[in-house]
């Protein structure tokens, strides 16, 4: 019911700076909780953050303070801001909604830091 579509990945290098983007195809910013999560090889995919309808914001203590979560009702859009990017921040980065009791995702955004 709900198509989630990431863009915004890419290769860049250790301490650089990624925006990813996250388009909903319905109205639902305004009422759902949206998060980021991320799985690199071999590793069991992980919540990065969240922001729920009211703008409450939750984060993974490996990205506080580094990554930042936002989002456009307007736009039916969510965000994620990476900053001070690290090796081990790369991965497939995925958006996800909770919506009629279901978890919806998107393709996943590759985000690759190297030197």
């Known amino acids: 019911q709900v198509q989630l579509v990431e863009s915004g990945g890419g290769l860049v290098q250790p301490g650089e700076s990624l925006r990813l983007s996250c388009t909903a195809s319905?109205?639902?910013?305004?009422?759902?909780?949206m998060a980021w999560y991320r799985q690199a090889p071999g590793k069991q995919r992980e919540l990065v953050a969240e922001i729920t309808p009211g703008d409450s914001t939750n984060y993974s203590d490996s990205v506080k303070g580094r990554f930042t979560i936002s989002r456009s009702i307007a736009k039916n859009a969510v965000y994620l801001t990476m900053n001070s990017l690290r090796p081990d921040d790369t991965a497939v980065y995925y958006c996800?909604?909770?919506?009629?009791?279901?978890?919806?995702w998107g393709q996943g955004t590759q985000v690759t830091v190297s030197s």
């Open positions: 996800n909604v909770d919506y009629n009791r279901r978890n919806f």
């Open positions: 319905v109205n639902i910013l305004n009422t759902n909780t």
